[in-house]
């Protein structure tokens, strides 16, 4: 008798080992699996940070010059957060982030024009311009490169629809035709949001003729941004300031020309202010310039009053918008 109840006994307390190790070996593998998943997702929102803030074009894009590209497009990222992504892509051209003037900073600052959902690696997004809305996937691709589809619909009397697609790589300092880079002006700065990168000015040549230039890239040359503005020909970069000028809270970017082989003509500040989304609207200090230079106008007689002439309306509208 004794003996049949600790048979009992032991198979009763081994039932429950058995059932207990059962129970605490698929709440260890859900764990581990729900752990996995954690930094699965937690690694897809560390790489896909690589994707966004650049200029992605075609990977057969060989330059600006030989023409538009009719077979191609080209697409920034300005935010990937939550599953939801939004950008800018332009068609035939490369997407290149606004540079706003004061007459438009006073207008929506929104330089998006496609919005998605991205699951895993593979983005889906509605696209709506004036001129043509559409549909673009985006796959997100382990070296680094995007590759995507585009269908869209243009808005004539046609309707007509097309299709495109590539791959795509960043927009890189190498893809700038005729650009001669001034090292000795490069800057190394902490921007904001966009993090650490570095202003790289120059001049690029057209035939006898060159215009400055400036672009925010990061550190393999992947252009982030170009700080383009009316800028004279035959002028060059003289330096560059990286400071908070209007007291908001960013930093802003003033850029100096001179004229090298004109050393009567006075040098132009341009001042690009950034603003909260990252963007930069400018207005240049021509008006400051000319008024100085009011009296001894000399060869440059009609030239500054003509530039004086454009500039006082804008300036005195600034000044009673409070901007300055």
Known sequence: MFKKKNIVFYLVITTFAVLYFIIVSYDLKKENEYSDDLKSSYSMAYNIDKYTKKIWIAQEWSGESEGYYHNLFSFYITKIENGKIEGRLEINQIAKPDIYTSNTINESWNNENFRGELKDNIAECYLKKDSYEGYVTLIFQDNDNISADLVYICQ?????????SGSFRPFNLSDVENLIINEDLIQYTSLDSWGE???VPGIVTYGNKSLPCAYLVIESFDILYEFSTSYKTASEIESILVD??????????????????D??????????????????????????????????????????????????????????????
């Open 156 to 164: 004539d009397d046609n309707k007509t629809e097309y299709k495109k």
């Open 197 to 199: 990168v570095y202003i």
């Open 244 to 261: 908070d000028l209007n007291g908001d809270g960013y930093k802003d970017i003033k850029i100096t020309t001179y004229f090298p082989r």
């Open 263 to 324: 050393p009567d003509i006075e040098s132009i500040e341009w001042i690009f202010y950034q603003l909260e989304n990252g963007m930069f609207y400018t207005i240049n200090n021509l008006f400051k310039r000319l008024e100085t230079k009011k009296s001894e106008r000399s060869h440059h007689d009609e030239l500054y009053k003509n530039e004086l002439d454009n500039v006082e309306g804008v300036t005195s509208k600034l000044i009673e918008d409070g901007i300055s």
